[in-house]
């Protein structure tokens, strides 16, 4: 069972080269664009969401930070997406690599404080600095605000993957000891079973609200430059 722990999460391979690439991809077909007068009951499902997640993430935005919507929406679309397909049994979720994790952050983050500081150079560099700082205190204030505003994108990134993973090694522990346990004690292991069943609504849940955070910390980001 140990070697097995983290098989889960390797990156899987076809003829010995990596398909992470169509594994990311596939997201998208799960959105269709429509093509007709009278879209279906999915469709229009999808396009109230989607209505509704943006209204709700641009109301605080100016006209600056609103053209970053469509960006904002499609990343929360990718990751929730991600986030559930991953949960399919023998599938590979790709936010549990923090280096996947890392080069959606980093950019975006990136996007963000370059925008502040073409756009508010002083409120942008005022951020460093508190008004009313001891004069004593600037040179460490000013290291301290330096440091915290490079580990946003490592904080985006290691929260998205520390929650992803912990969820998935939780399962596969639990849904090993439901199976070990089913030769040992029946009552155990269906209790045990149900603990899993709830688990797993709860990772559901988990994936969706996981998009939501990192979207919105992105967004507040550029709410915070704009």
Same mark, same amino acid.
């Given at each position: ?33 429509p093509?007709?007068?009278i ?30 919507a ?20 023998h ?34 560099l ?38 992803? !993973?912990?969820?998935? #090694? =939780?399962?596969h %522990?639990?849904?090993?000891? /439901? @199976? ?5 004690? &029946? ?6 079973? !149900?603990?899993?069943? #709830? =688990?797993?609504? %709860?990772?559901?849940?988990? /994936? @969706? ?5 990192? &979207? ?11």
């Open positions: 069972m140990n070697e097995n722990l983290f098989a889960s999460f390797t990156t899987p391979t076809m003829m010995g080269l990596p398909i992470v690439i169509l594994i990311i991809m596939l997201p998208s077909i799960l959105f269709p664009s093509n007709r007068l879209n279906n009951r999915l469709v229009s499902l999808q396009q109230w969401l989607v209505l509704l997640t943006s209204k709700q993430m641009l109301a605080i935005h100016n006209h600056k930070g609103q053209t970053w469509l960006m904002l929406v499609s990343l929360i679309l990718f990751i929730g997406s991600t986030n559930l397909l991953g949960l399919l049994p599938s590979f979720t790709p936010t549990t690599q923090l280096s996947m994790n890392l080069g959606m952050a980093i950019p975006l983050w990136a996007g963000t404080v370059i925008t502040g500081f073409r756009h508010k150079t002083k409120a942008s005022a951020h460093f600095l508190p008004q009313g700082t001891p004069m004593p205190l600037i040179p460490m204030l000013v290291v301290i605000e330096t440091i915290s505003l490079f580990i946003q994108p490592v904080a985006l990134a290691v929260r998205l993957t520390a929650n992803i !993973t912990a969820g998935h #090694l =939780l399962m %522990l639990i849904g090993g000891a /439901a @199976l070990a346990l089913m030769n040992i004690s &029946t009552s155990i292991a269906l209790i045990t079973f !149900t603990i899993l069943i #709830l =688990l797993t609504i %709860l990772e559901f849940a988990v /994936a @969706l609200i996981q998009a939501y955070v990192f &979207t919105l910390l992105v967004s507040l980001y550029l709410h915070d430059n704009t």
